[in-house]
């Protein structure tokens, strides 16, 4: 047997039904002190420091996930990462 219940109502009428609080004033207010403070402390160079912090740590992240993924694929295939059976297969 299958019962399908399709229910219609806005965000804001699922969380009053729910009786979950309103977050809406405290992110209004963390937003607001979080463009101040980036408005205060943003200066051209803080800006590219920023950029390059962020990029190297994305370049890190990559690396590690495409490690991650070859050592998996190795795993898979029974290599163990001895490079045994990696050859071309003649």
């Not at 219940?5 to 992110?27: Q, T, Y």
């Amino acid at each position: 047997m299958n019962i399908r219940l399709d229910i219609d109502c806005s965000p804001e009428e699922a969380r009053r039904f729910l009786g979950l609080p309103d977050l809406g004033p405290v992110h209004d207010v963390f937003v607001g002190r979080l463009q101040d403070m980036v408005a205060r402390a943003l200066t051209p160079a803080a800006a590219d420091d920023m950029v390059r912090t962020w990029l190297s740590a994305g370049v890190q992240g990559m690396g590690a996930v495409q490690k991650a993924f070859w050592d998996a694929a190795r795993g898979a295939t029974g290599q163990g990462g001895s490079g045994q059976g990696g050859g071309s297969g003649a």
